[in-house]
């Protein structure tokens, strides 16, 4: 019986079926959307006996096993590949980085770059080293002599003697209607390290559920001191910080967020009998950290995974980079971690010296 997948592509707003019959028309389909830099999902049904993704048997075992395909995890799988080691990248297709409209801190793109058209380069550029990307989810990792399994969701296993996590973080999303379209406009941002230059002088709103808002809110004061910070529920007792945000000239409401849409461009909030329009808002309600598959690897209070400066976790031959071991949430971090991670991997392996 031939599984079944549903995939979507972001890009157009579309849902198609695909049944993966012997020539692997589901991946193949899937791996052309995300080499034009469309975010997928992907959803299947169980799996025939005879599915198997290419080089997946345990006779046949990977240098290194990728798990994630943002930024992070495509340039760790281009470094091992121009190792020549042998490398997969398993992606779920939803990048982080996918969903940036413009980014303006990347080097050598100086009117910026689209996180989609950046991400797809990178596949294209690794793909051609001979780095091997599949879509899919992993679900579980197994210790296995020599290395690791890696299980996916459709049953497929996949041996490698290393793996690299850029597993990656997710936004804790406001309540916004039209949210796709708000984060495309710019009315809705998620990291004002990555954008703080665009907000100059113009009017924004914070959305905060705890402290870590308020200092995201003073951190943005040097971009504009145009900013009001609404607290989302009654349970953050904004009350307390009143002197900080006072000292530093920003406004706060008293009461709650009750709603928030989009509308010519703005976001306008409802809070209480009153309604405040923002140029943009930040949304400082946090990530969620995908570290799942760390196999109990050390992490830090907030999740984060705990790396040596090789970038090399607390199990043996298990490395992290990018979002899932570090806060700043930056690509070139993310790239950087994964140049390093991809150095010590080649390192620890055994040689591969060829004839």
Known sequence: MAARFMACDAAESTFVFLDRGPEGGAESFLLRLLARGSCCHLSGGQADANHQIRGASMADIYDALVIGGGPGGLTGALYLA????RVRVVDDGCSRATRIPRSHNMPGYPHGVPG??????????????GAELS???????ERVAPG?????????RLSARTVLLATGVSDVEPDL???????????????????????????????????????????????????????VSHDFRIEEHSDRLAEAGIWWAPEPV??????????????GAAETSCDSVYSALGTRIHAEL?????????????????????IDGLYAAGDVAQGLNQISVAAGGAAIAAAAIHLALAPGWRK
């Open 258 to 271: 009750d709603s928030l849409r989009l509308w010519d461009a703005e976001v306008r909030i409802r809070h």
């Open 135 to 141: 879509v899919g989810r992993v679900e579980r990792l």
């Open 294 to 314: 760390s196999m109990g690897a050390d992490t830090d209070e907030a999740g984060y995974l705990l790396t040596d400066r090789h970038q090399k976790t607390s």
């Open 177 to 231: 209607p039209h949210l796709v379209e708000a984060v495309r406009t710019g009315a809705l941002r998620y990291c004002p390290v990555c954008d703080g230059y665009e907000i100059i002088d113009k009017a924004v709103g914070v959305l905060a559920a705890s402290e870590a808002g308020i200092r995201e809110a003073l951190y943005l004061r040097n971009f504009t001191a145009r900013l009001h910070v609404f607290r």
């Open 116 to 129: 989609s058209k950046l991400v797809a380069a990178i596949r294209k550029q690794a793909e051609s080293y």
């Open 148 to 156: 690791f399994a890696a299980v996916l969701a459709d049953g497929t």
């Open 82 to 85: 121009r190792f020549r080691r």
